[in-house]
């Protein structure tokens, strides 16, 4: 992180400006500024970040890594070649006497010479050349490029382009030729010479790309003390297709790690899925072969933690074969159980007409009833029958358990009784349990009213030392604090001679209080507390 001149910060201050660098490293905020208003990398050193005090540098910069002292006079700009500036129409005296230029002397002339100069004749004067000066600094003046116009390299790409699309186009006919002479002397040949002709036959297409010239060539040196022989390796990647970071150029989009050229989301998510050719690297993780390893691994993760002697690492094909029978058991189980249900309660799915009495709920039964609902002709329907046990009365109970529900509790309606087994008393019995209820209430709430607040007693504080006390002596919290004092005076005296008095009184009436305070301000050795008690 760039930093100002070094200045002196507290602990705290230190560790609040090493939280916001790593909280800059991380992502989770905004980089520094400088005074350009430039972001500066939080990933620079501070060796290299932080500016020499002689700067007195006030903000953050990285100017100090800069070239801050350049020479004003330096310039990158060069001579114009072939520049003219002006022509005369007659000779000037000290002007060349070869071509009657001003800026040269006939013996640095580079035209031809002539046969009488401009100096008799006072024709063809030549232009005056631009003269330009320039001070270019140590690194301008041996700089062998300097000047130099890059356009001018325009035609040698341009003839060795020519040479490649010429070696391309005979290649392409040689191929083309050979082909036609193979299929005109195949062509009388039964129909296994057929195959081969098909087989023999190459796409134009596929002849122009079988025969580029240097496409995609890396040249490797293996196995030579100087470094080895030349291997040439294709690389595979099509340099057309646009790379995923460039997809979607929002800062808001997926997420690109350039550590492991990685974008685990859909870079364009609202694209139509026909036209995009990329949708990010989840897409692969979630089809294919990879979600049936995916599953695989699951299954052997599972099957170990049930007992299974099975490690996909260890024994891959232990653990596919395992997985294998596992899901054919699966669908036997799945189809079993589909089979018992279906034969259980039908399957309304399939194509078989029901019956009609099932269908319409009619028979062919008829039955008449008389006013009163008693059956006059036929037989009634007969109800169906449950496998427990319907209407059993026990222990002299009219209704059923079950019947009755209080206070989360089921019982029995005659009685309002809870006890399962327990016999009915009828309506006495209800009559007493609320009599009871009663007088249960009445006792709670005369036993309330009758209980009084008890007094605040005042806290004595007992003495703890010694053994030889009254067990009634009471200690006086003033008297105590002053003891406490006391002791802390006598303590520091100890430590310290020089602030012990010269005359000294000493007073050897020893209170409970001070019998207390030495107790408290005791440092026993075998406590592991005691290092902090001071």
């Not at 005296?93 to 046969?115: F, L, V, Y």
């Not at 036959?201 to 240097?214: F, G, H, L, N």
């Not at 979600?291 to 232990?318: C, R, T, Y």
């Not at 358990?401 to 509790?409: A, F, L, P, V």
Request: hydrophobic letters at 30%; one cysteine or more.
């Amino acid at each position: 992180m760039a930093t100002a001149s070094v200045a002196f910060k507290s602990r705290e201050d230190h560790r609040k400006q090493m939280e916001l660098e790593e909280a800059r490293k991380a992502g989770l905020a905004p980089a520094e500024v400088d005074e350009d208003g430039k972001e500066i990398n939080p990933h620079i050193p501070q060796y290299m970040s932080s500016a020499p005090w002689y700067l007195n540098a006030e903000r953050p910069s990285l100017k100090h890594q800069r070239k801050w002292k350049s020479d004003p006079n330096y310039t990158k700009s060069w001579y114009d070649r072939g520049a003219k500036i002006y022509q005369a129409d007659k000779y000037r005296k000290g002007a060349c006497e070869n071509c009657g230029a001003m800026t040269h002397d006939a013996k640095s002339c580079m035209e031809r010479p002539r046969k009488l100069g401009a100096k008799w004749t006072s024709k063809n004067i030549a232009p005056d050349e631009k003269i330009e000066t320039f001070e270019l600094d140590y690194d301008g003046k041996r700089d062998r490029w300097n000047g130099y116009d890059a356009a001018s390299y325009a035609h040698v790409i341009e003839r060795y382009e020519a040479r490649d699309e010429a070696r391309r186009k005979f290649l392409k006919e040689q191929q083309l030729k050979k082909l036609e002479e193979k299929n005109n002397n195949q062509n009388g040949e039964d129909s296994d010479g057929e195959e081969n002709e098909d087989a023999l036959k190459v796409d134009e297409a596929k002849v122009d790309e079988s025969k580029q010239m240097d496409f995609a060539k890396v040249e490797k040196r293996v196995r030579t003390t100087g470094g080895g022989s030349t291997g040439t390796v294709r690389n595979l990647r099509i340099r057309e297709d646009t790379a995923k970071y460039l997809l979607n150029l929002d800062v808001n989009s997926a997420h690109y790690d350039p550590k492991t050229r990685s974008m685990r989301e859909d870079p364009l998510p609202d694209m139509d899925p026909n036209e995009k050719f990329y949708a990010g690297d989840n897409q692969n993780r979630v089809s294919g072969q990879a979600l049936e390893f995916k599953q695989l691994n699951i299954h052997a993760w599972e099957a170990f933690e049930k007992g299974n002697d099975v490690h996909m690492q260890a024994a891959p094909s232990q653990a596919e074969l395992l997985y294998k029978n596992f899901k054919v058991n699966k669908e036997k189980l799945k189809s079993q159980v589909k089979e018992t249900i279906m034969d259980k309660y039908g399957n309304a799915a399939t194509d078989d007409a029901l019956p009609a009495e099932l269908l319409l709920g009619q028979s062919e039964r008829e039955v008449e009833y008389d006013r009163a609902g008693r059956i006059i002709k036929g037989q009634e329907m007969a109800l169906p029958k449950s496998k427990y046990e319907e209407d059993v009365f026990i222990n002299n109970h009219t209704s059923v358990w079950g019947s009755w529900w209080k206070d989360h509790q089921w019982g029995y309606k005659c009685c309002k009784q809870f006890i399962r087994n327990s016999y009915c008393t009828g309506i006495a019995g209800i009559e007493a349990a609320e009599a009871a209820a009663d007088l249960m209430k009445a006792n709670i709430a005369r036993k309330e009213a009758a209980e009084e607040v008890p007094a605040m007693t005042e806290e004595k504080q007992l003495a703890t030392w010694g053994t030889d006390i009254p067990e009634d002596l009471v200690l006086d919290q003033e008297k105590l604090a002053l003891s406490l004092k006391k002791e802390d005076e006598r303590k520091r005296e100890e430590r310290d001679e020089r602030k012990r008095k010269y005359n000294v009184k000493w007073n050897d009436e020893v209170t409970a209080e001070d019998m207390e305070a030495y107790r408290m301000k005791k440092v026993h050795h075998d406590d592991p507390m005691k290092d902090f008690l001071h």
